[in-house]
């Protein structure tokens, strides 16, 4: 898939509204997913770590697909996370995003057996292509072996893309592992490489990679659209740094807790605490320690959906 053609810029790992009874509140998913459009997004990473999708039913996942599908936003800026640990799930979901408009799926492996080799993880992402059986399918590979446990070596990526062309084009990087990612983009300059941080926004993006898919661009997306804007100008390093600096603080709690509680603030809306467990809200002395560190930054909240 020529780099030209592929998703590119800024997309918000988008975090989940829920009501009071944990069950996902889809208006406010709507809503939330319309703002960050309006606000700097490219695109929307759908049922993602941050949007809790680990904790949710595949009844309650294909729900939150159908009501995406069926809303007025541009599904081919949606990349719906799809990836299981069965493989009846993956193909379920898979199929229901294509079902639904999104051409584009976010795919972990699946998690669970550690140690597993890569021929049986190319055995479970070719089963995943081979029973979806759409031309239309792009599969982007999620890599985060912090919770997986799994890597995607660029070995096994070579033998993806020699084995689906076209099909499985890219990968979210959420190793935190730069120099991995320049080399994979050196090594498959048409492979859709995005940083799992903004942090690494920059870097990427001079070394030829598309973007950035991140948890924090739920706040961030105005000032990482920025950078996206000016990566070629001579503003691009300060506000580059501007934006590690608010990342910084942001990681001085736990990311969804520590983003929910600051949508909660901007907003002043406190159902934007509800959480599925095992996450739980921040105590308010936490929640007032992530506000003071972002306030000793260059980030100013956007107004709320």
């Not at 770590?49 to 949710?56: D, L, V």
């Not at 795919?107 to 031309?135: C, H, I, N, Q, W």
């Not at 990087?173 to 926004?201: C, K, Q, W």
Request: negative net charge.
């Amino acid at each position: 898939m020529p780099a030209s053609t592929q998703p590119r810029g800024v997309f918000a790992a988008a975090l989940t509204p829920m009501n009071a009874d944990f069950s996902v509140d889809i208006e406010r998913l709507i809503s939330h997913y319309r703002w960050l459009l309006d606000n700097g997004c490219d695109g929307i990473a759908v049922l993602g770590t941050t949007g809790e999708a680990n904790s949710f039913s595949v009844e309650e996942r294909l729900a939150v697909i159908e009501a995406v599908g069926a809303s007025s936003l541009p599904m081919d800026k949606m990349m719906i996370g799809t990836g299981c640990c069965a493989l009846p799930d993956t193909i379920r979901l898979t199929k229901a995003a294509l079902a639904a408009g999104a051409d584009n799926v976010l795919m972990l492996p699946p998690f669970y057996y550690k140690g597993v080799s890569d021929d049986g993880v190319f055995e479970v992402f070719s089963r995943v292509v081979e029973a979806v059986g759409e031309d239309r399918l792009r599969v982007y590979l999620y890599d985060f072996p912090q919770m997986t446990g799994i890597r995607f070596s660029p070995d096994l990526i070579g033998r993806f893309l020699e084995a689906f062309p076209g099909t499985i084009v890219g990968i979210k990087d959420s190793s935190g592992d730069i120099d991995n990612m320049r080399a994979i983009l050196h090594r498959f300059p048409d492979f859709g490489v995005f940083a799992g941080t903004e942090r690494y926004l920059l870097d990427i993006l001079r070394d030829g990679g598309p973007g950035c898919i991140s948890a924090s661009t739920n706040l961030t997306a105005p000032m990482a659209a920025e950078v996206y804007a000016n990566w070629d100008t001579d503003r691009a390093d300060a506000l580059q740094e501007s934006l590690i600096q608010v990342r910084t603080a942001i990681e001085s709690a736990p990311m969804v807790p520590g983003l929910k509680a600051m949508m909660a603030r901007s907003s002043g809306d406190t159902d934007w605490l509800a959480m599925r467990p095992p996450l739980m809200k921040l105590d308010p002395a936490k929640a007032q320690a992530l506000a003071d560190a972002l306030a000793a930054t260059a980030f100013r909240f956007a107004e709320a959906a």
